[in-house]
């Protein structure tokens, strides 16, 4: 079993930043996991956002955030991030982050029902 604690969340300008963050705890390995991010707006479904590999060295964005957002984890403290810069009201959501159990260190998972544990999730809110 894993625990996924999100945090960081909060309002910001247009063109600002926040950096999410998302601890695991759990009798378990933490860099066993490929690990993810989704957000869902109101009214919209969960949409896939960043992941990341086990070993961290592969990553893979969803097109509308490549080159703004930027997923990396600490496999040492048992968490991964998500440094969100140049924020559009768009992104405006509830964001997840989500473990999913998998043999290969190098793959990413991209769908959200590959994913084995989630967490409560943090609002993020960009106002005009």
């Known amino acids: 079993q894993v625990q996924l604690v999100e945090s960081g969340g909060g309002l910001v300008q247009a063109g600002g930043s926040l950096r999410l963050s998302c601890a695991a705890s759990?009798?378990?390995?933490?860099?066993?996991?490929?690990l993810g991010w989704f957000r869902q707006a109101p009214g919209k479904e969960r949409e896939f956002v960043a992941t990341?590999?086990?070993?961290?060295?592969?990553?893979y964005y969803e097109d509308s955030v490549k080159g703004r957002f930027t997923i990396s984890r600490d496999n040492a403290k048992n968490t991964v991030n998500l440094q969100m810069n140049s924020l559009k009201p768009e992104d405006t959501a509830v964001y997840s982050c989500a473990a999913a159990s998998i043999y290969s260190m190098y793959t990413t998972v991209r769908l959200a029902a590959q994913y084995d544990y989630w967490g409560q999730g943090t609002q993020v809110t960009v106002s005009s």
């Open positions: 759990g009798r378990t390995t933490f860099s066993s996991y490929a």
């Open positions: 990341i590999s086990r070993s961290g060295g592969f990553t």
